[in-house]
């Protein structure tokens, strides 16, 4: 399913594209900047508090002033934790035995996103937007690294900016072959750890589909870096908000439907936010009512 994407500039949005092999489309895609938010937003409460800003303010080589936004993402009442369709641990083209250091499938493979002691969610992903003439465009690529502990991808969910790079590394001396959606795949030694340049925006999900599973890491790419990924306690917080404008706070992940919420930071100050997100909806059950068979010459036949 397509959603339709507002005329905006594309540096504060993710690529709705549709891409081959582990890249996926979703309505994450259609995050916009500050005009789409404004109208969104206006239906909905501002949870918003606010701090009062020092009397000195970050200030970026270009001559945005900074503000930070933190907060925390909670589960709606009545709703229960999302799972993946398939455990991503459990892999049909599995041809190897699992290491003995490594533990064995759980359902917690299955439930990337967790609920932590304070009651918030973990590896959601937590992006602002805004002006987009009023933007960071960012510092410059960064390395993210994304690790095998345990036979596991770690860590679960991860953000990174168009043009990053994503190093994989493993300790372990099992050959597990990550899917990076280039084409091909080889094996992840430690001596031959791989890397992988995100040259455009979306959603790649990484998995091992040969050999043996290794769990699944979702990365999302951006086109610019105000963005955080909720801790163990679902808490999130981004140091590098645009002052002085009003920006739309999105929380999102792949079993969890688009929540987000108006928001405004001073210069120097913090502004206090609180989320709550919902599961997607499981899919219909397939239709049980039979159709009614067509005579296929019914038409055919001039009287």
């Given at each position: 399913m397509e959603t339709a994407v507002?005329?905006?500039?594309?540096?504060?949005?993710?690529?709705?594209?549709?891409?081959?092999?582990?890249?996926?489309?979703?309505?994450?895609?259609?995050?916009?900047?500050?005009?789409?938010?404004?109208?969104?937003?206006?239906?909905?409460?501002?949870?918003?508090?606010?701090e009062a800003p020092p009397e000195t303010a970050p200030v970026s080589d270009d001559g945005l002033s900074f503000g930070t936004i933190e907060g925390i993402v909670r589960l709606a009442p009545g709703t229960a934790l999302p799972r993946y369709e398939a455990n991503p641990m459990v892999s049909a083209g599995a041809s190897s035995p699992m290491p003995p250091e490594c533990p064995p499938p759980g359902d917690g493979d299955a439930q990337p996103v967790q609920v932590g002691s304070s009651g918030g969610l973990t590896n959601l992903v937590i992006v602002a937007?805004?002006?987009?003439?009023?933007?960071?465009?960012?510092?410059?690529?960064?390395?993210?690294?994304?690790?095998?502990?345990?036979?596991?991808?770690?860590?679960?969910?991860?953000?990174?900016q168009r043009g990053d790079t994503i190093h994989l590394e493993t300790e372990l001396t099992f050959p597990f072959f990550?899917?990076?959606?280039?084409?091909?795949?080889r094996a992840l030694l430690p001596t031959d750890p791989l890397d992988l340049v995100l040259d455009?925006?979306?959603?790649?999900?990484?998995?091992?589909?040969?050999?043996?599973?290794?769990?699944?890491?979702?990365?999302?790419?951006?086109?610019h870096p105000v963005f955080a990924v909720s801790d163990?306690?679902?808490?999130?917080?981004?140091?590098?908000?645009?002052?002085?404008?009003?920006?739309?706070?999105?929380?999102?992940?792949?079993?969890?439907?688009?929540?987000?919420a108006q928001a405004r930071v001073e210069a120097g100050g913090t502004t206090h936010l609180e989320l709550v997100i919902q599961p997607v909806p499981p899919p219909a059950p397939p239709s049980?009512?039979?159709?009614?068979?067509?005579d296929p010459l019914e038409g055919d036949i001039p009287e």
């Open positions: 507002p005329a905006i500039d594309s540096r504060i949005m993710i690529a709705g594209m549709r891409v081959p092999s582990a890249w996926l489309t979703v309505p994450f895609l259609a995050l916009a900047g500050c005009s789409a938010a404004s109208d969104r937003a206006a239906a909905e409460p501002d949870p918003t508090t606010s937007t805004g002006d987009a003439e009023h933007w960071p465009s960012g510092s410059g690529p960064e390395t993210r690294t994304v690790r095998i502990e345990r036979c596991r991808l770690e860590p679960r969910t991860l953000v990174a990550p899917d990076l959606g280039t084409g091909f795949t455009q925006g979306g959603v790649r999900t990484i998995e091992c589909s040969f050999a043996n599973a290794c769990g699944r890491t979702d990365v999302v790419t951006l086109y163990v306690e679902g808490r999130f917080r981004m140091t590098n908000v645009p002052a002085g404008q009003d920006v739309r706070v999105t929380a999102w992940h792949p079993l969890f439907q688009e929540v987000g049980t009512v039979p159709e009614t068979p067509r």
